[in-house]
């Protein structure tokens, strides 16, 4: 494991500024988070919003964690959002964290906090205590090991309270992607929905014991109460598109 004490080995990324956005790389190839300047709170990138879509099966989660940080597009959405439940953010590189004020990511109060640690040593350490996990880590290089490890998703499990659920973001394209997917199963007795987003680079995982056995119709996809309408309004055909692979995940099997 890296040494979250030291710095130097962590890549630091860069800001890339437009008249509208205001993204964060660590190569101009890859995007690691955008925020609009004039709606800093709103999901710009497409997976981001798909991955919200566990409002479909945990509508009301108590406790959330979340395993990276990057421009913290998904932790000011969920603050601002959800403002009956605890998140907690685990990110391990400093220099992410230290970016934090520049994308308008709010400071640490009684029920949102952002720490620095390794997310696979705060999976393994929790137990039956998340309501909904999410897991965003990519690095420099990519995926790092440590976060799709068989270990790693087994820990998950074990973090997650009865129905609770995880949610992966996974790229697409990586050699080791039906790998990676085949431990989500194992770990999850086989309970995994896998939804591509509309260009194929993301893939987002849902799993969860009992979580996804609900059936997000009419009722389901009802404004939750504390989402404001234009928030809904954003995430309905994430929402929808989520749902609709649900249904053909249950009518193929």
């Not at 956005?21 to 004039?38: D, G, K, L, N, Y």
């Not at 014991?209 to 389901?220: F, K, M």
Request: glycine share 6%; proline share 6%.
């Amino acid at each position: 494991m890296p040494d979250t004490a030291d710095p130097h080995p962590f890549v630091k990324p860069y800001v890339y500024e437009t008249l509208d956005t205001r993204a964060m790389h660590f190569s101009i190839c890859e995007i690691q988070s955008r925020m609009q300047v004039q709606h800093p709170h709103a999901l710009d990138l497409a997976y981001t919003r798909t991955m919200m879509a566990f409002l479909l099966f945990v509508p009301r989660p108590r406790a959330l964690a979340m395993i990276g940080l990057g421009g913290g597009s998904m932790a000011k959405f969920c603050h601002r959002q959800l403002p009956d439940t605890r998140i907690e953010v685990v990110e391990i590189n400093p220099h992410v964290i230290a970016l934090r004020e520049q994308f308008q990511v709010p400071p640490d109060d009684a029920r949102f906090q952002v720490r620095r640690g390794d997310g696979a040593d705060f999976v393994r350490e929790t137990h039956d205590r998340l309501d909904v996990l999410l897991v965003d880590g990519f690095d420099h290089e990519g995926q790092p090991p440590a976060l799709c490890s068989q270990a790693f998703y087994d820990d998950c499990r074990t973090a997650l309270r009865a129905n609770g659920l995880l949610v992966v973001n996974l790229h697409t394209a990586h050699a080791d992607f039906q790998r990676h997917a085949a431990r989500l199963e194992r770990a999850f007795d086989g309970e995994v929905l896998l939804v591509s987003d509309r260009d194929c680079s993301n893939t987002i995982a849902f799993a969860g014991q009992g979580a996804l056995r609900g059936r997000p119709g009419a009722g389901a996809m009802r404004k939750p109460r504390s989402l404001a309408r234009q928030a809904w309004d954003e995430l309905l055909p994430a929402f929808t598109h989520v749902a609709a692979s649900l249904q053909r995940q249950r009518e193929d099997g």
